[in-house]
């Protein structure tokens, strides 16, 4: 009887290892053998499932955000305070992307950089940062808006509020990742949420 094969786990060991090899050698410089000998398959196999490198890496990105999004879904789930909540909205982006999955962002980097200089529009689209914005932006208005309903945040244009805190999330892990002796990325964090925040808070 001939071995049934779960193709959603395969093309999981797939993305993970292509990755890895991404993180390595580049994205430039990975070659789809290199990912097929990375996975432990044949080169002919990677193509039941993938038909060249930026499907891979699109397979792979979108699963992120879908596990970052379930993540802080599943983190402000049963907190009502919405002052706790905004915390750890930004507490559970420290914690993914400086945990395990903290090697993507120099693969996305790296991917987006290639992208912008062969003009590649295809890719470009891939990481599609207008809506990860909007996405990320939507879910912390929801939650200034509650603070506000409540009293517990003072009257603010919620939309530009959170586009600055995203700001400056966005310029805080970029300098981190540029150089991560320089930056101390839980300190900043810290001061984002506890000196920064601070300001919104009724008194």
Known sequence: ?????DKAAKKSEIVNAAMKVFAQKGF?????SDIARAAKIGKGTIYEYFHNKNDIFEHGFLSLMELWETNIAKR???????EEKLKAIFYSFLDFFEGDHS????VMLDFWAEAIRQKDEQRLRVINLEKIYQDFREIIIAVLKEGIRIGRFKPMNTFMVASLLIGMTDGLMLQW????DLIDIK?????LIEE??????MK
């Open 177 to 180: 990742i540029m150089n991560k």
């Open 187 to 191: 300190e900043a964090y810290r001061c």
């Open 28 to 32: 430039a410089n990975t070659k789809m």
């Open 76 to 82: 402000i789930f049963r907190i009502t305070d919405p």
């Open 1 to 5: 009887m001939p071995k049934v094969v």
């Open 103 to 106: 090697e993507i962002i120099d």
């Open 196 to 201: 920064v925040l601070s300001g919104i808070y």
